[in-house]
């Protein structure tokens, strides 16, 4: 089942995740339908609180963007309740967009390196350092968990220059070409 995109102006896009268990009801299917929802909306990442789930679990699969990184050839992840333990290493700038904001793109410093601890689907235990693409779409993600949004990386400056986009896509003024939860 494709789940609809939850669009800036949702609350559940700014609350904190809460940590689920092995036991979390239907688990295995709400996974199998955010790699459904995510490759529908060609997203590289999506997280739980973008189909309206407060919980931390984020799906990603780097693959289409393995020209740019060849170390996402291959990479395809399931997160459960990640946990950043330290970020490291350069700066980078890299335009990034969001199934969540539809139509905007814009340059977003992160770190280059990471550290993630992490459950996969069998909620076995990981503790991983990424670097490069993925650290970065990692954090993207892991951003939603925290109710961050990469907008609110960007410099007050440019916020401001697209406050009247982004409230337009909060009211529905957006062309997606996927479904998305409209804003009360």
Avoid at 79 to 91: S, V, W
Avoid at 124 to 137: L, M, N, P, Y
Avoid at 155 to 170: E, P
Wanted: with cysteine; proline share 5%.
């Amino acid at each position: 089942m494709i789940y609809p995109v939850t669009i800036i102006g949702n609350p559940t896009l700014r609350k904190k995740a809460e940590e689920i268990n092995k036991d979390y009801p239907q688990l295995e299917e709400i996974i199998e339908n955010m790699w459904e929802t995510m490759y529908s909306s060609d997203g590289v990442g999506l997280a739980a609180p973008q189909i309206n789930k407060s919980i931390r679990l984020v799906v990603i699969d780097g693959e289409p963007m393995a020209d740019e990184d060849e170390t996402l050839k291959g990479f395809k992840k399931v997160f459960i309740n990640p946990t950043m333990i330290e970020t490291r290493g350069e700066q980078i700038l890299f335009n990034e967009g969001c199934l969540s904001i539809p139509g905007i793109r814009e340059d977003v410093s992160r770190p280059s390196e990471i550290t993630l601890r992490y459950y996969d689907t069998d909620f076995k235990e990981h503790t991983q350092d990424f670097k490069g693409v993925a650290a970065r779409i990692i954090q993207h993600e892991y951003d939603h968990l925290e109710g961050v949004l990469f907008t609110d990386r960007l410099s007050a400056f440019r916020r401001k220059l697209l406050k009247s986009k982004l409230v337009a896509i909060s009211k529905g003024e957006h062309k997606a070409p996927y479904r998305t939860i409209p804003n009360k």
